[in-house]
T-cell receptor, first 112, second 112 residues
Framework: KQEVTQIPAALSVPEGENLVLNCSFTDSAIYNLQWFRQDPGKGLTSLLLIQSSQREQTSGRLNASLDKSSGRSTLYIAASQPGDSATYLCAVPDTGRRALTFGSGTRLQVQP | NAGVTQTPKFRVLKTGQSMTLLCAQDMNHEYMYWYRQDPGMGLRLIHY???????AKGEVPDGYNVSRLKKQNFLLGLESAAPSQTSVYFC???????????FGPGTRLTVT
């Protein structure tokens, strides 16, 4: 059964820092990997989807990388802002490519 | 284009009561999903549907029923609510297997 782990569980940084969030998965035979953002009391917003054939995907200040062989993905946030404060979740499709298996998330706080 | 919407946003039930959560999507997606999110447990799949008139069990289906009578709607029912069903419920949809999933804003349910 696929397991997804995110480290660290929480992170607090001053505004302007570049930071990296980590996601690891146990079964490297993934179809893709999706990064989400969740604000307190809100739903999930899709940030990036990186296909298994891709190494990187970029959107604005966000860059996601994928290394299937090592079972890892990283989300890089450049020049962090207080508005980036949220919980970031990574997820991969299950074996049947139906539902997503989620990590437990990294709670990010960017201090002004 | 509203995306994925959920009603109601909040609900309080007494043990043994029943209710139905409604999910609607306007993206013509084939696949729809119901997840629950609990502290320390992450998001877990309850039921899903791969098309109108079809449903299937996910990881934690007990105590829930679903129906997909129309392509755009996916209903989640609790026949006899229990305190263990206190959670935040999220609906999601996608074009197909392994495709990007889009989430609704969630329903916060408390069972007393």
């Amino acid at each position: 059964k696929q397991e997804v782990t995110q480290i660290p569980a929480a992170l607090s940084v001053p505004e302007g820092e570049n930071l990296v969030l980590n996601c690891s998965f146990t079964d490297s035979a993934i179809y893709n990997l999706q990064w989400f953002r969740q604000d307190p009391g809100k739903g999930l917003t899709s940030l990036l989807l990186i296909q298994s054939s891709q190494r990187e995907q970029t959107s604005g200040r966000l860059n996601a990388s994928l290394d299937k062989s090592s079972g890892r993905s990283t989300l890089y946030i450049a020049a962090s802002q207080p508005g980036d404060s949220a919980t970031y979740l990574c997820a991969v499709p299950d074996t049947g490519r139906r539902a997503l298996t989620f990590g437990s998330g990294t709670r990010l706080q960017v201090q002004p | 284009n509203a995306g994925v919407t959920q009603t109601p946003k909040f609900r309080v039930l007494k043990t043994g009561q029943s209710m139905t959560l409604l999910c609607a999507q306007d993206m013509n997606h084939e696949y729809m999903y119901w997840y629950r999110q609990d502290p320390g447990m992450g998001l877990r799949l309850i039921h899903y549907s791969v098309g109108e008139g079809t449903t299937a069990k996910g990881e934690v289906p007990d105590g829930y029923n679903v129906s997909r009578l129309k392509k755009q709607n996916f209903l989640l029912g609790l026949e006899s609510a229990a305190p263990s069903q206190t959670s935040v419920y999220f609906c999601a949809s996608s074009y197909g297997p392994g495709r990007e999933q889009y989430f609704g804003p969630g329903t916060r349910l408390t069972v007393t």
